[in-house]
């Protein structure tokens, strides 16, 4: 067992994250790529950069910065994870979802989640908006492998309704009323960081995924092991399924991102203003 897989470590991380704030929060954010625009729209009560919090996965990285922020959109305290543990960087499985885990052990109830996927869906445009309602994780390994936390949840948690229903549904209702037009598919998961070839694109949608990235299904898993509910949005960054020979590149994904943050961030305000306690 690894630091990362032991609840002490959890609750350590979550106790000095607790120390630098007032008060509770049951809510909790992920943000992708490209998509830090959501803490603009935040009042800032305090930022923990993760390098300061005990137990939190070392960056490998050059350059990666990431951390936790508090703040409070129109008076909804929000944490905001701004940065994530990818697989293909070398995190462990249990590394990639340390966070999630800490900040179950904070009181967060509800996360939700923003990533850039790769479209596999031929109606799908570049800038698009997906919300995911299902996930296909075969292809990237299982975080809860290993001994149970029997403190955060089951040995065999059920995955049945990943995606809340209900979330999905006011979503949706939202985005109509904004006029924001947003698809709703299935995410397929996978490790990277080499970008599909044509040929696993193309078995990415027979085995009837719409949309395809390196992140989110992990944490997901592990969310739902501790009992949360989840919410998660794509922008569709790139398609895969194509007839150009044009290739795809880290660069062009991360612009079609930061170009679709203004929608997506649009919708995920609303759905957690809605949701008010
Ligand atoms: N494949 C996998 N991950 C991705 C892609 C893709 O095409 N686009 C953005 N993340």
């Known amino acids: 067992m690894t630091i990362h897989q032991d609840f002490n470590a959890i609750q ?100 939700y989640i923003s990533n850039a996927a790769g479209g596999v869906n031929t109606s799908f445009k570049v800038g698009d908006l997906m919300i995911i309602h299902d996930h296909i994780s075969f292809s990237t390994i299982n975080p809860l492998l290993g001994k149970n936390l029997d403190e955060l949840g ?25 006029g924001i037009h947003v698809h709703q598919g299935v995410y397929f998961g996978v490790t990277g960081p080499s970008y599909e070839t044509h040929a696993e694109y193309r078995m990415i949608q027979l085995v009837g995924a719409h949309a395809v990235g390196m992140s989110t299904t992990q ?13 998660a949005m794509s922008v569709i960054t790139d398609i895969g399924i194509r007839e150009e020979e044009n290739q795809i590149s880290h660069e062009d994904v991360l612009e079609a ?13 609303e759905l957690i203003l809605s949701e008010r306690n």
């Open 12 to 111: 350590g991380a979550a106790a000095f994250i607790q120390q630098q704030f007032k008060g509770a929060v049951d809510k909790a954010v992920v943000l992708g790529s490209g998509l830090g625009a959501f803490t603009d729209g935040l009042e800032i009560e305090c930022e923990i950069p993760y390098s300061s919090i005990p137990h939190f996965p070392v960056s490998t990285v050059e350059g990666h910065i990431g951390k936790i922020v508090v703040g409070s959109l129109d008076g909804i305290r929000v944490l905001v994870l701004s940065g994530r543990f990818h697989y293909y960087e070398g995190y462990s499985a249990s590394e990639v979802v340390f966070p999630i885990r800490v900040a179950s052990v904070l009181g967060v109830k509800q996360l």
């Open 219 to 231: 944490e997901v898993i592990a969310a739902i092991h501790c009992g949360m509910e989840v919410f």
């Open 257 to 269: 991102a930061q170009a679709s943050a203004p929608i997506l961030t649009r919708v995920f305000q």
């Open 154 to 178: 089951t040995r065999f948690p059920d995955m049945s309704e990943p995606y809340s229903k209900r979330l999905i549904g006011k979503a949706m209702t939202i985005a109509a009323r904004l």
